[in-house]
């Protein structure tokens, strides 16, 4: 908890936040069964980086939080896609 | 920490360090389950048959239902965090009683569904896997070890989520001092986060 500026997030937004999550899980679900090809997983992480976004900014309350632990977080995701891409880089030359 | 006097303005407390400390620990978990997903990510471009066929064999429904109340569970522990800074104990313990029976069911839910898979014959070692080659022993390996990863936070999360509940009961986490909820509460959506991306890699993608 921040002495200063003290957020108290209602019920009301957190079930907000759930019945978007819940969407979008159903949203995932659904574009399954749609034949895509590749897109079908390019669809799924997006869909799953937007819930994880939603998670990030309201339930583990980032944006009302010291800015510096949204940049940290963002750094975090932002390494992960990195590694991901200089391994996939190898991996498409080989 | 002692609270014998008045004043507890004057005890040491830091909550904000507290907090900071909790967000670098989920950066290393967030690298620890990052790595095995690059994991997957390598072997399912290397194996994109046998993953796909692996894919096949996992119960969308469970999957979707497990997905659900973990979400569910999320938002429960959030409204605590509401509860107990508005001072209302009892409402806090009640949320916090629902997202402990939700992690139990998700757990059980995890047992059926090892169980179901085991007897089938596909377990780290089993003829059927050897018999199906490298890309499906690749596919149950990793499913094993990230969701079994997972499942170890989820039982670490009913044991913050109880200890939490007996801090609340005794009124030590109250009003003004719950960094001890918050930061259980930021812990429980980081297994939700990790949830979010096995989900449709494991269950959904074909």
């Known amino acids: 908890m921040s002495e200063e500026k003290l957020h108290i997030s209602s019920y009301r937004s957190h079930l907000f936040v759930l019945a978007g999550l ?18 079908n997983t390019l669809v799924a992480m997006l ?8 998670v990030l900014t309201w339930f583990m309350h980032l944006k009302f939080d010291n800015k510096l632990y949204a940049i940290f977080t963002t750094l975090v995701f932002v390494i ?8 996939f880089f190898d991996y498409s030359y080989r | 920490m002692e609270k014998h006097e008045e004043h507890t303005a004057h005890v040491h407390r830091d909550d904000e360090g507290d907090k900071l400390g909790m967000w670098l620990f989920i950066f290393t978990e967030l690298l ?6 690059l994991m997957y990510a390598v072997y399912r471009y290397r194996n994109p048959v046998a993953f796909q066929l692996g894919g096949d064999e996992l119960d969308v429904f469970i999957g979707t239902f497990n997905t659900v109340i973990l979400l569910i569970s999320s938002a429960t522990v959030a409204m605590s965090i509401t509860a107990i800074q508005r001072g209302n104990k009892k409402q806090a ?4 009683g629902i997202t402990l029976f939700i992690a139990v069911v998700f757990l059980v839910n995890k047992y059926f569904e090892w169980g179901a898979k085991i007897e089938y014959g596909f377990y780290p070692g089993s003829e059927l896997l050897h018999e ?11 499913y094993y070890i990230m969701s079994g990863i997972h499942a170890l936070h989820i039982i670490i999360g009913i044991g913050l989520f109880i200890y ?3 801090q609340i009961r005794s009124n030590k986490i109250h009003s003004t001092d719950y960094v001890w909820l918050e930061n259980t509460g930021l812990y429980w959506h980081l297994v939700d986060l990790i949830w979010i991306f096995l989900f449709p890699l494991f269950y959904l993608i074909h």
């Open chain 2, 93 to 96: 313990l009640i949320l916090l």
């Open chain 2, 32 to 37: 620890l389950f990052g790595m095995l997903f």
């Open chain 1, 47 to 54: 869909i799953a980086g937007t819930k994880a976004a939603i």
């Open chain 1, 80 to 87: 992960f896609l990195l590694v991901l891409y200089v391994t």
């Open chain 2, 164 to 166: 939490v509940a007996t």
């Open chain 1, 22 to 39: 819940l969407l979008l899980t159903a949203a995932s679900v659904a574009v399954t069964n749609l034949e895509m090809g590749p897109l």
């Open chain 2, 132 to 142: 199906l080659g490298h890309g499906t022993t690749l596919f149950f390996g990793l």
